[in-house]
Nanobody, 121 residues
Framework: QVKLMEFGGGSVQSGGSLTLSCAASGNTASLESLGWHRQIPGKQRELVAYITTRAVPYYSNSAQGRYTISLDSAKNTMSLQMNSLKPEDTAVYYC???????????????WGQGTQVTVSS
């Protein structure tokens, strides 16, 4: 099992920056990717960005060009630098991990508890 601990979040004005970090522990040798999802009130949870353990990133359209995801493999820690934040980025952000992946059955997933990001106009 992989456990996740989130750091960062908080409140910032529009145009500001925040960094979210997520530290993985447990069965980290089986990690496939780490990423962030967010849930805006009244909407479904959506993928923001993820990075594979080979350091290949993926960004959603809303994150592309504003967010940067990075991985410190030695510390099993992933960070998301968020710049040019907008009020519509206000959400609870959840760290997620895919691990112990199998070609036939897929991956196991772990989730963090979530951290609030609030962007005021």
């Amino acid at each position: 099992q992989v456990k996740l601990m989130e750091f960062g979040g908080g409140s910032v004005q529009s145009g500001g920056s925040l960094t979210l970090s997520c530290a993985a522990s447990g069965n980290t040798a089986s990690l496939e990717s780490l990423g962030w999802h967010r849930q805006i009130p009244g909407k479904q949870r959506e993928l923001v960005a993820y990075i594979t353990t080979r350091a290949v990133p993926y960004y959603s359209n809303s994150a592309q060009g504003r967010y940067t995801i990075s991985l410190d493999s030695a510390k099993n820690t992933m960070s998301l630098q968020m710049n040019s934040l907008k009020p519509e980025d206000t959400a609870v952000y959840y760290c997620a991990a895919d691990y112990d992946c199998d070609r036939l059955t897929g991956c196991h997933a772990s989730w963090g508890q979530g951290t609030q990001v609030t962007v005021s106009s």
